[in-house]
C-alpha cells in the first residue's frame, strides 16, 4: 500500500475532526483522556495552531482515496547536535489492518532524514500494543528500552516500549530495500 502523507493544514480541520470523532472510541485505549473540546472543529484548530509554531512540530495527515483517514506527526522536535524528533500516529479504524500506517510511517521518515534533516526519530508504544510495534519494526525502528509509567493513556500511567531509527539506520535499509 502507499500512503500518501502531506502536511496539515488549516483547512483539513473540518474533516480532520469528523474522522477524529467517528474512530474516538477505537483509539480511546491508545490515547490520553481529553476533554470534550478536543473532539470539536475549535479545538481542533487551536491544536494545530499550536503545533504550527516555528519549530515545534510537524503535522501530518495520512491520505486514503483523497480522504483524511489519520494523522501522523513529528513533534517534540531539537535541532542543534540533536536534530531529533518524535513520532506518534493514528489510522481511524475503518482504515486499520491495511499497511497504510507502515506506508505512511515510512513515507514521513523519508521526509524527516531528507527534507527537515534530522538524524534520529524516535517512537513510543504501550506494552501491549503489538500492532503498533510490527508498524515500527518494518519500518527499521529499535527497541532500546522500556519507560515505566511514561505516559498517561486511557487514565492511567502506563510502561512503554521505547524504538528510535537514525538515520544512517535508514539509509542503509532503504539502499538494502532497492
Do not use: C
Amino acid at each position: 500500500m502507499t500512503a500518501v502523507v502531506r502536511p496539515l493544514a488549516m483547512a483539513d480541520v473540518p474533516e480532520l475532526t469528523e474522522v477524529l470523532n467517528g474512530t474516538r472510541d477505537y483509539l480511546a485505549p491508545w490515547d490520553p483522556i481529553r476533554d470534550e473540546s478536543f473532539y470539536t472543529v475549535e479545538g481542533q484548530r487551536q491544536l494545530l495552531t499550536d503545533l504550527l509554531r516555528p519549530g515545534n512540530a510537524l503535522p501530518h495527515v495520512i491520505l486514503d482515496d483523497g480522504r483524511i483517514a489519520g494523522r501522523i506527526n513529528l513533534v517534540s522536535i531539537v535541532r542543534g547536535p540533536f536534530q531529533s524528533a518524535s513520532l506518534g500516529y493514528w489510522v481511524a479504524e475503518r482504515h486499520a489492518g491495511r499497511g497504510l500506517a507502515s506506508a505512511a510511517v515510512a513515507e514521513v521518515l523519508r521526509l524527516a532524514f531528507t527534507s527537515y534533516e534530522l538524524h534520529r526519530v524516535e517512537a513510543s508504544t504501550l506494552l501491549h500494543n503489538e500492532r503498533s510495534q510490527r508498524v515500527l519494526a518494518k519500518n527499521g525502528f529499535q527497541r532500546f528500552g522500556m519507560a515505566p509509567r511514561y505516559l498517561k493513556i486511557a487514565g492511567e500511567w502506563q510502561d512503554h516500549y521505547l524504538f528510535q531509527i537514525v538515520a544512517e539506520n535508514w539509509v542503509e535499509r532503504s539502499a538494502a530495500a532497492t
